[in-house]
């Protein structure tokens, strides 16, 4: 993850304390000699579509959206950029998985 990626992620979960934040991560899967490893090489920060605190949800269209970004990425780089991954946050509560996650 480079530096800027961090920042964004860090900034985006910092902005507030009251309500969990979500943001999906740009970039694509690297063969090494040690095996595979994700290369993030951007982000995609999302607004919140559940009114609940202490959930996030991601809505199809949002997804939508990252991927045709990733496409355009790619396009203008040219080297294959796709949605990766996601990150979100627990403010004041365990960084452990929450009940949410377990079912």
């Known amino acids: 993850m480079s530096n800027d990626v ?3 992620c860090i900034t985006h979960a910092l902005s507030t304390e009251k309500e969990e ?6 970039g694509d899967i690297e063969e ?3 095996g595979r490893k994700a290369v993030i090489t951007g ?3 999302l607004t919140r579509s ?10 199809p269209e949002q997804l939508a ?5 990733a496409e355009k990425i790619s396009e203008q780089l040219g080297r294959r950029t796709r949605v990766i991954g996601w990150y979100h946050s627990h403010p004041h509560i365990t960084v452990l998985p929450s009940h949410t996650f377990k079912h």
Not at 50 to 59: F, G, M, N, P
Not at 65 to 69: I, M
């Open 65 to 69: 959206a990252a991927s045709h970004e």
């Open 21 to 26: 934040i979500m943001g999906l991560l740009l």
């Open 50 to 59: 559940d009114k609940r605190k202490d959930r996030v949800e991601i809505s």
């Open 43 to 45: 982000v995609n920060v």
């Open 6 to 8: 961090y920042l964004v």
């Open 32 to 34: 090494t000699f040690a």
